[in-house]
């Protein structure tokens, strides 16, 4: 199991389009917001580094994303790996 | 817990880790509940493996694996984040094919170089090695063996290179693949400065009014940085960020100005400014006066390909002449008050660097005919933007320049360096910010990034590198050499005073039978050098021995003879240096697979296996002439060794690593609160071999502009790092200012006190007049330096432009998680970015597959139009990561005479349907 902790900045004004937007992507749940900043922590699960990094670079290229970078990275010690 | 909830539950730890780690408001039931699920693991802080910005990282371990990451929030340089690349640095080290024994090459039981690889024993690696060294040594001396490091060389494993090659094996062949991407860099800091790496720090960021980038796509090449100045973009209205590269890229999304040139249109544009400057009155007199001289050198500096035809293939042959003669392009000739047309022999290409001081009028009689005409003409690099829209944007770059209230910093990474003349184009870089005083305070300064993590701290300050020692003194200076052997106990002239073979030059040996002994660390140069048809064939066909110490099959593993498995990042102790000077460390986390050992390790066990009588002896030099020592000769070293106490019978672990201050130095120590030492280990000692290490090191830059703290505070819980010089234990922001730099004095406002080419000639745009060098000390150097045409353009040929680099999510993914693929598979995987109107003329859509050509290899690839790279019409961009597909067998080998740097930027290719 991979976990990723992604920050994700958008326009405060379009935080609820963005947390509705970013929950359609594949293993992507949105945690934590902050309104007054337009602040949100993602938790991305994908199957490896491949598709961890996919995923990001996917989230960055959603509408309102003004940044998007890897936060807390965790992987199951075993088991998978390309 | 059943695995549903138990994932639930991570997912919400994982959150609050993160959220916590940026600062975002989390309950404290949340973050207890975070607490719980990392029960068990050890934390402990570390630096992020892959790029020159240094950030900071956490690492947790479990039952002896890492089985997490994050971003430190108390790290300074990026404040919890970690970009893409940061997935790494825990997976790492787990991929499925790490390499876990020594691989040979053999056929019946004996190391054949047709053989396949067969795994071998240590020893048995060790005992072919040892004996290949020694055939290539005895044959050809110390020129005919050489090692290509890495600025991924951590602080220690550099300086253990370093010291077995000069001061063992007395061999100036190590040389690491920073020379690929920051030579130009450091030649510029010490013609301009006397002294290597930035006087800046990334704090300017946040300070800086204007943001110019130079050749730097840090939205891809730098996302941290690039994230600070996002940031500071979208906090502060006034701020304006401008992109000047060959084709719109992903920095450009945030730009206010966009600035789309032409190859060496850079040489150009920046004198254009300089010219505005003084035309406009916008430069700092005072501080001009005060600190600075101006300066120039000789333009027929060649472009560093073979003098000799002999080694090129007949397609190579018109382009390879012209490093012994030119003929002057218009443009070319007006930059440089010549004539079009003129054959201009390239008679400075042994004394490229040379640069005698010049007058201000000089200094305006070489800008003249920089007009804003001009420079456009020259630099205009999308042919379908109309030419005054171009102008206006060179006006409004000379505006933000110009204007004295805003501060302004200027980045750069491989348009610059990685530049037939790089060191020029850094070095007027210098000139706008030197002219406008603008250098080195807060939020103003020119701003060298780099693209290793230890490029800076490791190949550079190490010295790693063909002509250099330890705290920037070099090789071919016999004050320099005195005070090297004084500090590692050497006899006077056991250092050799000749510079090595650069890592072109490494490969160029390795063809033309010069070296036969080469040992790779950390680095894949088969994979990452130019014009790479000839490495591989002269690795694979010449009578040599190649040894890759490396983690993962790389390419270079694949054309090696001999592979050794190497631990990675946290799995031994280590430091690296950031682009900023910040030093940081990191302690041993978790033990490397199988056999895997350290590089340091390593290098320790082949130095028992010889004896001072092996390499202090007389050694020939081929090409060898300096007043102090024999004609082509190394002289005999061993009587004077004996009168200092050595016997010829110890080995180079005993005479340069084990001495009797390192074993002082204990292992177990307090400060691995209970970490391992896989170094320590392996060896069976109980001296704690990298601290020694860096302890020694560190004694050549104290009280030399160069200090770095002791090894004991960079573990110290609230440090995260420390910028050097660091003096009674506190780090530099700025250097050369006053109240900044301990090395400045009360009262001297600036001093540029680095001592490289502090004396030089006087002369005028053409020449020395005086050869008297007349010292110039505490100034910095306003160059002069003309635009000069690339030696190899679009023709009817090869009509369009090719340009290499690197693309952010595949940093890496070949050489650190793949297999390697077959050495000529085709696969066409990677993709080459064009103008669609380009691939149109060619029969091309996007994602056809597509054969590129140049005069030295063809290969395929698939044509993207549409990407986050947007080409102007006659250029293309590949990335050369691609371990599939070696883009590098098309690039030219031409490197900037003076750094020795690779231009990966700029070369001739045709591309037509596949
Ligand atoms: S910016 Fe560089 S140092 Fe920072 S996380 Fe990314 S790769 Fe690592």
């Not at chain 2, 204007?403 to 610059?416: A, C, E, H, L």
Request: hydrophobic share 40%; aromatic share 10%; net charge neutral.
């Amino acid at each position: 199991m991979n976990l990723s902790g992604i920050l994700v900045v958008v326009p405060p004004a379009r935080l609820d389009a963005a947390i509705t937007d970013l929950s359609t992507l594949p293993g992507v749940e949105v945690h934590h917001v902050d309104p007054a900043t337009g602040r949100l922590i993602v938790v991305q699960e994908a199957d490896g580094v491949e598709a961890e990094m996919a995923g990001l670079v996917a989230i960055k290229a959603r509408p309102h994303v003004r940044l998007a970078e890897m936060v807390y990275h965790y992987f199951a010690p075993e088991g998978e790996e390309s | 817990m059943t695995s549903l909830t138990r994932r639930a539950f991570l997912k919400s730890s994982v959150a609050a880790s993160a959220a916590a780690t940026v600062g975002l408001p989390v309950s404290k039931a949340v973050l207890a509940q975070a607490k719980t699920a990392e029960a068990g693991w050890a934390w402990d802080k570390a630096v992020c493996r892959f790029c020159g910005t240094g950030c900071g990282i956490q690492v947790a371990t479990a039952g002896g694996k890492i089985v997490a990451t994050k971003g430190d929030p108390a790290a300074p340089v990026n404040r919890g984040l970690n970009c893409i690349k940061g997935y790494f640095n825990g997976k790492i080290l787990y991929g499925a094919d790490r390499l876990t024994q020594p691989l040979m090459r053999m056929k019946d039981g004996k190391f054949d170089k047709k053989g396949p690889f067969v795994p071998v024993s240590w020893q048995a690696a060790f005992d072919e090695m040892e004996r290949q060294f020694r055939k290539a040594y005895a044959e050809k001396g110390p020129a005919g063996v050489a090692i290509i490091g890495s600025g991924q060389y951590t602080i220690q494993e550099g300086y253990v290179a370093a010291k077995l090659m000069k001061a063992g094996f007395r061999s100036n062949n190590i040389d690491p693949n920073a020379r690929h991407c920051m030579a130009s860099a450091v030649a510029a800091f010490l013609q301009v400065f006397g002294i290597d790496e930035p006087a800046n720090v990334y704090d300017d960021i946040e300070l800086a009014d204007s943001v110019v980038l130079w050749g730097a796509n840090m939205a891809e090449a730098h996302p941290i940085l690039w994230s600070r100045i996002t940031d500071r973009r979208l906090a502060a209205k006034s701020t304006k960020v401008v992109n000047i590269t060959t084709y719109r890229n992903m920095s450009s999304d945030l730009a206010d100005l966009e600035i789309v040139i032409a190859p060496s249109g850079d040489l150009a544009v920046q004198n254009y400014l300089a010219r505005e400057l003084l035309a406009r009155n916008a430069v700092n007199w005072d501080f001009v006066k005060k600190h600075c001289i101006f300066a120039t050198g000789p333009t027929d500096i060649g472009y560093g390909m073979r003098p000799t035809s002999k080694f090129a293939y007949d397609a190579e042959k018109d382009i390879q002449a012209k490093e012994l003669e030119n003929t002057l392009d218009e443009a070319e000739a007006i930059g440089q008050r010549r004539k079009a047309g003129e054959k201009v022999a390239q008679k400075s290409r042994a004394s490229a660097g040379a640069h005698w001081q010049i007058t201000l009028e000089e200094f305006k009689r070489g800008l003249e005919p920089y007009t804003l005409d001009y420079a456009a003409k020259v630099a205009k690099g999308d042919p379908d933007e109309p030419m005054e829209a171009f102008k206006a944007k060179l006006v409004a770059l000379a505006d933000l320049y110009a204007d004295m209230k805003r501060n302004t910093m200027s980045f750069w990474t491989m348009g610059f360096n990685q530049h037939q003349r790089g060191v020029w184009v850094n070095e007027q870089n210098y000139m706008i910010h030197l002219l406008l005083g603008k250098h080195g305070t807060p939020g103003n300064g020119a701003f060298s990034l780099t693209g290793q993590p230890s490029a800076c701290g490791t190949a550079r300050e190490v010295g790693t590198f063909a002509h250099r020692l330890p705290a920037d003194m070099v090789v071919n200076n016999p004050k320099h050499r005195e005070i090297t052997e004084k500090g590692w106990k050497l006899p006077p002239k056991t250092l050799n005073p000749k510079p090595g073979s650069d890592i072109m030059g490494i490969l160029r040996d390795l063809e033309d039978g010069g070296v036969k002994f080469l040992w790779v660390q950390v680095t894949n140069p088969f994979q990452s050098s130019p014009n790479a048809n000839h490495w591989l064939k002269a690795a694979r066909e010449m009578d040599n021995f190649i040894v890759v110490a490396d983690c993962y099959p790389t390419l270079s593993g694949k054309v090696a003879d001999l592979v050794l498995p190497a631990a990675m990042i946290y799995e031994k102790w280590g430091a690296y240096g950031n682009a900023e000077r910040r030093t940081q460390m990191w302690r041993q986390q978790v033990e490397a697979p199988g056999e895997a050992k350290t590089d340091v390790w390593m290098m320790l066990e082949f130095a028992k296996r010889f004896r001072l009588a092996d390499v202090w002896g007389e050694k020939p030099l081929p090409g060898l002439k300096d007043p102090a020592f024999p004609e082509g000769r190394l002289p005999d070293v061993l009587a004077a060794a004996k009168a200092m106490g050595y016997s010829p019978e110890q080995n180079l672990y005993e005479v340069l690593f084990a001495t009797p201050e390192n074993r002082k130095v204990a292992w177990p120590d307090p400060v691995a609160k209970g970490h391992g030492n896989a170094t320590v280990k392996a060896l069976g000692e109980s001296w704690f071999v990298e601290k020694a290490l860096f302890e020694e090191y560190a004694q050549f830059g104290r009280g030399h502009h160069h200090d770095l703290a002791p090894f004991d505070l960079y573990f110290r819980d609230d440090v995260r790092g420390l910028r050097w010089p660091v003096v009674d234990g506190k780090e530099t922001k700025y250097r050369f200012v006053e109240g900044q730099d301990p090395y400045v004095k009360a009262g001297e406002g600036f001093n540029f006190y680095g001592g490289a080419f502090k004396a030089i000639p006087t002369g005028t745009l053409d020449g020395v007049t005086d050869p008297k060098p007349v010292p110039l000390p505490g100034k910095a150097k306003i160059f002069f330096r003309p635009y000069a045409a690339p030696v190899e353009q679009p023709d009817k040929d090869y009509d369009l432009w090719l340009c290499t680099g690197r693309i952010l999510e595949h940093w890496h993914t070949g050489s650190m998680t793949r297999r390697v693929p077959e050495l000529n598979r085709a696969a066409p995987s990677a993709v080459l970015y064009m103008h669609p109107k380009d691939a149109e003329k060619r029969g091309l859509k996007r994602n056809d597959t597509a054969w590129i050509e140049s005069r030295r290899g063809k290969i395929r690839m698939v044509v993207d139009t549409k990407g986050r790279n947007q080409m102007p019409r006659g250029s293309v961009f590949a990335a050369f990561f691609d371990e599939s597909l070696l883009v590098n067998k098309l690039v030219l080998d031409a490197v900037d005479p003076i750094s020795r740097e690779t231009d990966f930027k700029k070369c001739a290719v045709r591309v037509t349907k596949a």
